[in-house]
């Protein structure tokens, strides 16, 4: 059985101990939810001693399964003042899964000003002064790392405006190259590894090979469907495997759903040039791979590798998510600068997303103007440096509305929106209402049947049925982020039924349980309804699964459409709890 | 009956209307908490066109009824999201009563970058554009006000803060001598002022005598004795008249409840020197006025003249809250430096609690050192340049406090705390803790039995008897604010039961209704449940009835007292609604 490893950064001690009974059977989000709702108080303070920071792999990590090494980082958020579970892909799961680690847990607070790394391997876990790391970023402390830990080992760091304690700071996971590429971004997790006063934590799997599995047989079987469904699925096999989640760009923009300019417009004019098949033909013309997985057995390589304009190697592919916060919602329509503050970005140690919405609501307030490069440069190079509009923008896009005064401020639990408009698509907006976790797109992606077309259709401008596809979607996406699964294993999951099936019989066959279908949902409703109960208790219901006042009010061009569905029906969403 | 004068900003229109049923029998704050109550949307943006504004001179306004002329301004709060009113003295509301207005309500928004000025007179109520006034501070403002509107007038102003729609933005009111000194200081009112587009009121009483009177005989004999009992108690006719509210140093530092350095000790060593003894000797020997009313028929006149150091009148005298936050919580032992941050904030518009507040965090932060005279003057001008750095510390403490990543945070519903430690004077943790308004010791001033033994006593180290005597304040102070009563007149009313008789009886008397000490005590409890209400709905519930963990868990020097009222205990303040 997989341990837990707590780490009391008072005391700087480290304990290795058997998974309470309250965390027997979870994995990833699910074990992070659980640990947080159990041991920490929904009133504390997000950066005090009282908070705890857990990094759990998923019930899969560390196997053959395919796409398996998503890591949940759990914690009350700084920028939520909610539960918060921010997943990433990269190497650390995969390695904490061979190595039997269940669950890191920080506890406590270094002593103010100093910094520590903790290192794990099968045959040890200790927690080493780092304060030579201090001020460094994540590109800068991952190659100080790699000359003391070797190649074989992967990174959990934070860049400055982790140490800053900043809302938007990020959690960099180390992908196969020992980049600080994949972040657990959402929520400001980066400020709670800050406020701890730990730097950098080094995984090294040593010898351990695989997580051990009950049914070896069992699962090697299922693996093999599992992996299968993925290369049977257009979407897990073409679309993302050649153009990246950038594939949405021209998509979503064609839906009239890709907010422009601070969430003023649905459709950018320029959306081609940042779309994803802009994004395969400068890769291709640059002689760049456009199939890169950020983990050991991934088969889906939604990602490539960014290169510049003399064809070497600068950053990773920029995600659709991040061209579209510093793109369309920037009013910038160029690919090489996206790239450029997608690397600072993963430097620093900053959520995309929340930095994106937080620079397009300064140029709302005429810090800068819409579609300004250098000026987007320089704000977000401020950031790293500190400074008070540094930390202002470094605080999310909420701070800055309240800042600078400005009304059209996309925020769902002080939580910036994704790149999709509510009012275009409203599944996901019942999505970024209602979520355990302030607006994110990934708690329950309504995308998939509101316009791909992917496990049903419910049309995205109805009022109708997106309530119901938004709670499956999150009851659903929570046993997902347990498994340590991608999550975009669930468009053949959603369309493939042996592909379900064949998860279901993984988890099964690795914990020597018998779970089914019905056991799956299960330990979702189980994820949420510890997260919703917690939330609760920490001051969030209904009032607060609300969108702001202006997606109700102001028409979304070109379809003029706001966002209607009735509060009564947001509060059905959780009806099962 | 006096009318309600509906301001559609949007449209730049003014109406004279009835009050609506809703409305009947209610004044100052009542007036404004029923108007919100019924009127906006609780989820609305705070300076967004949906929310309004609203100014309501008390019951009593316009009388002879001594300390009758605080004037209420009420809306929901961009600071703390929750149901706001803030009072303040000056002439504004014996100048509205007079002419008959029960309440100016402003609605929708003038369009962006447009500045309105609204004149109200005996004759008429006109909105005018005001672009010339933009970026003036309110001194400038009401200097040049004056030249157009003469002597006699009264005004009620915003600064460069409410321009900014700053959280910390105050509504200045101008005093017997014109002097926007007087400030409805809490909750950011001056944003939402400025969000509507409108820079000032003048209101010009032209002939109009006195508000009308049911019963003028027996309102007069009232408010004879009404004006005895204020000559009668020693805190109305001796403590506050020579010393001012800062006669409270000594007294709050000696029970070791003075909050020091953000927080941090409940004694400050330099007290003696911002004492009211030493506001009262400086201006004695500078040749100034020690017993100044702020408002025509004030008997009890805590304010006084503060002069230069060549005995020039420099400002009006700094209050105790004021004096405390820029003193003993920044560390600084010097009046002339209070008196001139506190000439600042009146003329910038910002609230002295929320930016003493917010500068002792940024202090913490390393921003400042604790102490640096010079320091908090340059914070404070940043403040009215609205830089980046004066932008994040115009936005309150909380901002200040997530902004740079502060552990030590004194706000409840985001609003800073004032004066007094919960730690050491537990019955204003209660009200702090509960208060509709936020962190407000004006909403159930405990002081009085918990320290100066005024209305009875109760130990304010222990945890019994707290809760009943906050709920048993709050109420009555809600109706006090209703009245328009300067709240110090509690004092008699606390401890000789005639003064509470007189006020029933004026009120009686002027509306011609019956309503005995019960109908007083219903009126307050009244208003109170439809603050709890809108802020149920505006998502503020028990969980936020809550202080910050600090307080529970570091002890405050020199009694090392923490905050340890059960939340159990907490959530029975509002067992009446």
Not at 152 to 179: C, H, M, P, W
Not at 523 to 551: Q, S, Y
């Amino acid at each position: 059985m997989a341990k837990l490893l707590r780490v009391d950064m008072s005391e700087a001690r480290v304990a290795i101990q058997e998974l309470p009974q309250y965390l027997k059977g979870l994995g990833g989000r699910g074990l992070c939810s659980a640990l947080i709702y159990h041991e920490v108080d929904p009133l504390c303070n997000p950066i005090g001693a009282n908070n705890k920071l857990v990094f759990a792999p998923g019930l899969l990590a560390g196997t053959n399964c395919a796409n398996s090494g998503r890591i949940s980082v759990g914690s009350k958020s700084p920028l939520t003042c909610t539960i918060k579970e921010a997943n990433a892909g990269g190497q650390a799961a995969g390695h904490l899964g061979r190595i039997g680690i269940a669950g890191i847990v920080l506890e406590g607070a270094a002593q103010s000003g100093r910094l520590f790394k903790l290192y794990v391997s099968p045959k040890k876990a200790e927690l080493l002064p780092a304060d030579e790391l201090k001020g460094l970023s994540n590109y800068q402390t991952v190659e100080l790392l790699k000359g003391q830990y070797g190649e074989k080992v992967s990174f959990i760091t934070i860049g400055q405006a982790g140490e800053y304690l900043l809302s938007a700071a990020s959690v960099a996971i180390s992908d196969r190259e020992q980049r600080p590429t994949r972040h657990a971004g959402r929520g400001g997790l980066g400020a709670v590894m800050g406020s701890k006063g730990l730097k950098a934590i080094i995984v090294d799997p040593g010898e351990a090979k695989s997580a051990p599995i009950v049914d070896e047989a069992k699962f090697k079987e299922a693996a093999k469907r599992f992996a299968k469904a993925l290369q049977d699925h257009p979407v897990t096999s073409q679309g993302l495997t050649n153009y990246g989640t950038a594939i949405l760009i021209n998509i979503i923009n064609e839906a009239g759903a890709l907010p422009t300019r601070n969430f003023s417009s649905g459709r950018f004019e320029l959306a081609e040039r940042v779309s994803g098949e802009s994004l395969n033909e400068i890769t291709t013309k640059r002689k760049g791979n456009c199939s890169h997985g950020c983990m050991t057995g991934c088969i889906i390589r939604c990602s490539g590798d960014y290169m510049d304009e003399n064809g070497a190697y600068f950053s990773k592919w920029p995600e659709y998510e991040t061209i579209w916060a510093w793109g369309p919602n920037c009013g910038i329509g160029d690919l090489d600068a996206i790239a450029k503050i997608d690397r600072i970005c993963d430097d620093i140690g900053v959520d995309t997303i929340e930095m994106g919405n937080a620079i397009a609501v300064a140029m709302e307030a005429g810090i800068k103007q819409f579609g300004d490069i250098e000026g987007a440069i320089e704000l977000i190079e401020e950031v790293g440096k500190g400074t008070p509009l540094g930390r202002i923008l470094g605080s999310g896009a909420g701070v800055v509305g309240k800042v600078f005064g400005v009304k059209r401020v996309p925020v769902v639990k002080n939580q910036a929106l994704p790149a999709y408009d509510p009012r275009s698509i409203k599944g996901m907006g019942v999505t970024y209402a209602t979520s355990t976790m302030g607006a994110d797109h990934t708690a329950g992606y309504a995308v998939g049947a509101n316009i791909l077309k992917v496990g049903g259709y419910v049309d995205p401008f109805a009022v109708e049925g997106q309530v119901d596809l938004s709670r499956g979607l999150q009851i659903a996406t929570a046993a997902i982020d347990s498994a340590g699964l991608c999550l975009f294993v669930a468009f053949p999951m959603l369309d493939i039924p042996d592909a379900l099936q064949a998860v279901v019989e993984m988890l099964e066959a690795k914990a020597g349980v018998s779970m089914g279908g019905e056991g799956f949902q299960e330990l979702g409703k189980k994820v949420l309804k510890m997260e919703r109960e917690f939330n609760l208790k920490a001051g969030f219901g209904p009032p607060h699964d609300r969108l702001p006042e202006f997606f109700k009010l102001e028409k979304l061009p070109p379809h003029d459409s706001v966002f209607d569905i009735p509060d009564e029906e947001l509060d059905k969403v959780f009806n099962f709890v």
